[in-house]
Nanobody, 122 residues
Framework: QVQLVESGGGLVQAGGSLRLSCAAS????????MGWFRRAPGKEREFVAT????????FYADSVRGRFTISRDNAKNTVYLQMNSLKPEDTAVYFC???????????????WGQGTQVTVSS
C-alpha cells in the first residue's frame, strides 16, 4: 500500500512563503496524478492544486492561482507545493493525495497523507 507523508508546514506571517513536500513510499507515484487539498477551520476540505503524471499539466483553485505552485520530482517520488504571498485565509491542514481526477469537481480516488498544519498570522 502506498504511503504519503507531508512535511514543511508551520507558522508564518502574512506575505510569507512556505514549501510543502509530500513523499510517496512507492515508485508507482509516477503513474498517478497528484494533488493538494486543504481543510480550514470550520470548513469542508477543498481542492488546492493538482499536477499530472508527467508534471506538464497543472490546475489550481481560484483562491490560490498565482500564489501557489505545484510541482513533482518523479525520481524522488515527491510532490511539492510552493506557497507564496500567504494570507491568513490559507490557514488549514494541507493534505497530499494521489489519483486526482475531475468530475463535477476535483477529487482524489487514491491515497491520502496525514496532513500538515499551515498557520498564517496577520
Amino acid at each position: 500500500q502506498v504511503q504519503l507523508v507531508e512535511s514543511g508546514g508551520g507558522l508564518v506571517q502574512a506575505g510569507g512563503s512556505l514549501r510543502l513536500s509530500c513523499a510517496a513510499s512507492s515508485s508507482s507515484f509516477s503513474n498517478s496524478a497528484m494533488g493538494w487539498f486543504r481543510r480550514a477551520p470550520g470548513k469542508e476540505r477543498e481542492f488546492v492544486a493538482t499536477v499530472s503524471r508527467s508534471g506538464e499539466n497543472k490546475f489550481y483553485a481560484d483562491s490560490v492561482r498565482g500564489r501557489f505552485t505545484i510541482s513533482r520530482d518523479n525520481a524522488k517520488n515527491t510532490v511539492y507545493l510552493q506557497m507564496n504571498s500567504l494570507k491568513p485565509e490559507d490557514t488549514a491542514v494541507y493534505f497530499c493525495a494521489s489519483d486526482v481526477k475531475y468530475g463535477s469537481k476535483w477529487y482524489a480516488s487514491g491515497f491520502w497523507g496525514q496532513g500538515t498544519q499551515v498557520t498564517v498570522s496577520s
